[in-house]
């Protein structure tokens, strides 16, 4: 891919990030590659693992700083989606996988934008699936097989945060290089950028 290709892929990435053109499907997508037994043991139990998303904490404290995202994601995302116990029942299952995972729920917030435009049923070019975009070949590789499954809220929202956590462990913490293996162009600044652009609009007040 040239210079010129680059940049001007680099340009669309930073429209649909800003929101000014629509959305497509933008996985790149995941690279199929073997798994040692002990990696493909641990994803699948991370992924079968069938607790629901309902998050529980030590002290109240905590239950307050959850509730005001809660409430202030609610607002935003409105937009995005109208319908009140499906816009909740979303943000209480991506804070409960994000944070399973280790991961933040901005940043998932983020990548979900990027991947699929906050679309269930989104479906790429390349086959991936749902919010964000997982590649059917997960499905075989530590799941029960049904791809049709990648478009269940939780499932979907479950094997992309395994996912992206296993590649960040891959990365030795590198965000940066963890992103760009997620969409398949592990290297180029384009997808990540996007993906970081978007964490920032779904960080709280004060969060940087």
Known sequence: MGPQELRRRGLLL???AAGWLPRPSQAGAQVEEPLI?????????????????????????????????LGEMSERLKRRKSETQTRIE????????????????SLVL?????????????IS???ARGYMQVM???????????????????????FGCVILRHY???????????????????????????VFACRRQWLMPGER
């Not at 607790?51 to 109240?60: C, E, H, I, L, Q």
């Not at 979303?90 to 729920?105: M, S």
């Not at 960040?168 to 950028?193: I, Q, V, W």
């Open 14 to 16: 930073a429209a649909l």
């Open 168 to 194: 960040l462990d891959r990365e030795k913490g590198d965000m940066f290089l963890a992103l760009g293996r997620y969409n398949g162009s592990r290297g180029r600044a384009e997808y990540p950028d996007a």
């Open 110 to 122: 983020g990548l979900v934008q990027v991947e699929s435009g906050f679309r269930k049923y989104a």
């Open 37 to 69: 037994d002990s990696v493909r043991s641990a994803l699948s139990a991370a992924v079968a693992n069938s607790a629901p998303p309902k998050p529980r904490f030590d002290d109240v404290e905590q239950r307050l700083v959850y509730l005001r995202w």
């Open 136 to 158: 059917p070949f997960w499905a075989k590789s530590i799941g029960d097989g049904q791809a049709s499954r990648l478009f269940h809220m939780q499932t979907n929202l479950r």
């Open 125 to 127: 070019s390349a086959g």
């Open 90 to 105: 979303f943000l209480e299952t991506i804070w409960y996988e994000a944070k399973r995972a280790g991961l933040e729920p």
